[in-house]
């Protein structure tokens, strides 16, 4: 940990929580159909056939559709498994599946995070007290190479 004296106090972590559940676990971010076919190399009239079967599914405007990041991600997930050659039934059924694997993960960063810090070769995210031992955080330490954890 020579990059940075990580301790129980960060005191100069910034506090993100606010912001990553309002984006993420909320979903308030729209994109339109177009820049939904854009992200994902799926056609605007493939992506309105999975609307009509319900694949996928649309907020706002009824005549303007607009997706959140986490149907970028579901549209993403099928369209790499019908790459991979599943069926487009096989390939929704599992992207319900990774669907619940993408929502645990927005619920656990939304509700552990509790601050970030960046130096010159890492950043540090703290996870909150760490269950075992309460008086001490879980944090990971990220860089261009790896990620470790780290209790502190």
Same mark, same amino acid.
């Given at each position: 940990?020579?990059?940075?004296?990580?301790?129980?106090?960060?005191?100069?972590?910034?506090?993100?929580?606010?912001?990553?559940?309002?984006?993420?676990?909320?979903?308030? *971010? %729209?994109?339109?159909?177009?820049?939904? &076919?854009? =992200?994902?190399? *799926?056609?605007?009239?493939? %992506?309105?056939?999975? #609307?009509?079967?319900?694949?996928?599914?649309?907020?706002?405007?009824?005549?303007?559709?607009?997706? +959140?990041?986490?149907?970028?991600?579901?549209? &993403?997930?099928?369209?790499?498994?019908?790459?991979?050659?599943?069926?487009?039934?096989?390939?929704?059924?599992? =992207?319900?599946?990774? +669907?619940?694997?993408?929502?645990?993960?927005?619920? %656990? *960063?939304?509700?552990?995070?509790?601050?970030?810090?960046?130096?010159?070769?890492?950043?540090?995210?703290?996870?909150? +007290? /760490?269950?075992?031992?309460?008086?001490?955080? #879980?944090?990971?330490? *990220?860089?261009?190479?790896?990620?470790? /954890?780290?209790?502190?």
């Amino acid at each position: 940990m020579s990059d940075i004296q990580v301790n129980t106090q960060f005191n100069d972590f910034i506090d993100f929580r606010p912001l990553i559940q309002s984006i993420i676990k909320d979903d308030k *971010v %729209l994109i339109g159909i177009a820049d939904l &076919a854009l =992200a994902t190399g *799926v056609s605007q009239t493939q %992506l309105r056939y999975w #609307l009509e079967k319900g694949y996928i599914i649309s907020g706002g405007d009824p005549k303007k559709k607009k997706f +959140s990041y986490g149907t970028v991600f579901r549209v &993403a997930i099928i369209k790499h498994l019908q790459d991979e050659g599943f069926t487009l039934a096989a390939a929704v059924a599992k =992207a319900d599946h990774h +669907s619940a694997i993408v929502k645990a993960f927005k619920h %656990l *960063v939304a509700d552990r995070l509790t601050g970030i810090q960046e130096t010159d070769t890492a950043t540090f995210i703290d996870f909150g +007290s /760490f269950d075992p031992q309460p008086d001490k955080h #879980l944090i990971a330490k *990220v860089t261009d190479k790896e990620t470790h /954890f780290l209790v502190q």
